[in-house]
């Protein structure tokens, strides 16, 4: 299958800086890309749907200001979390996946964001 | 909107039993269904992957059906073992909501005991 390679895979930040994660597809073109979070023993939930060179589309409740993401090329998007909290701290994963309808869908390794 | 169940919520069993993990959801309007694995603090690997005109897919000892009008998946694990321990997700496309996001269930964390 299709790789996806996310990094950091852990970081700890003082609250108040930013932080930027990325996600890479290092063996197809994405057009689009997902970020998702997850909180201890809950589903994933979908943040926002990103695609190369347009703005991305925040699910409802989700501070575009705050996690702010860019999708420069067709292989790479990233996730600022900016003037971060510790009610920030999760775990965040990213997906790639081709618009075709019925394309498998590629995660990466995950990032888990602690604030302190 | 769609909602994806996953029951149970976690299954304790010892080395060599063949068992069954449950998904279902509300809207039958998918694009397609997927299994995957997740370890702690890990993340995601997919395992099976059934397009909504498919009713079942088989990887080695997984074997994963879809009824898609009732709007039901199992995932079947034959002759568990230890390293099958893990959190199973579950997660659809929908065929009806913009973009193609994967909506998922809370999941299934399997416990194999040797």
């Known amino acids: 299958g299709a790789v996806v390679s996310q990094h950091p895979s852990r970081v700890i930040c ?33 943040m926002a749907t990103s695609n190369e060179g347009s703005k991305a589309t925040y699910e409802q409740g989700v501070e575009k200001d705050k ?11 990233t996730l600022t ?36 | ?7 149970p919520a976690a299954l304790s069993v010892p080395e060599g039993e063949n068992l069954v993990l449950n998904c279902s959801f509300t809207d039958s309007a998918i694009y397609n ?42 995932l079947y694990i034959a002759a568990s073992q230890p390293g099958d321990s893990a959190t199973y997700l579950c997660a659809v496309r929908p065929a009806n909501q913009a973009g193609t996001a994967l909506i998922f269930g809370k999941g299934t964390t399997l416990s194999v005991s040797s």
């Open chain 1, 81 to 116: 979390v900016t003037s971060a909290h510790p009610e920030d701290s999760s775990f965040y994963i990213c997906s790639a996946a081709l618009v075709e309808p019925g394309a498998e869908a590629f995660f990466g390794q995950g990032t888990r964001l602690t604030v302190v």
């Open chain 1, 67 to 77: 996690f702010l993401i860019n999708h420069a090329s067709l292989t790479l998007s």
């Open chain 2, 33 to 74: 269904l997927q299994w995957f694995r997740q370890d702690p603090g890990k993340g995601l690997t997919s395992l099976l992957l059934i397009q909504s005109s498919q009713r079942e897919q088989t990887s080695g000892r997984l074997n994963a059906s879809l009824d898609k009008s009732s709007g039901r998946s199992t």
């Open chain 1, 14 to 46: 003082k609250s108040g800086t930013s932080v930027k994660i990325e996600c890479r597809s290092l063996d197809f073109q994405a057009t689009t890309m997902f970020w998702y979070r997850q909180f201890p023993k809950q589903s994933l939930m979908l």
């Open chain 2, 1 to 7: 909107k769609q909602e994806v169940t996953q029951i």
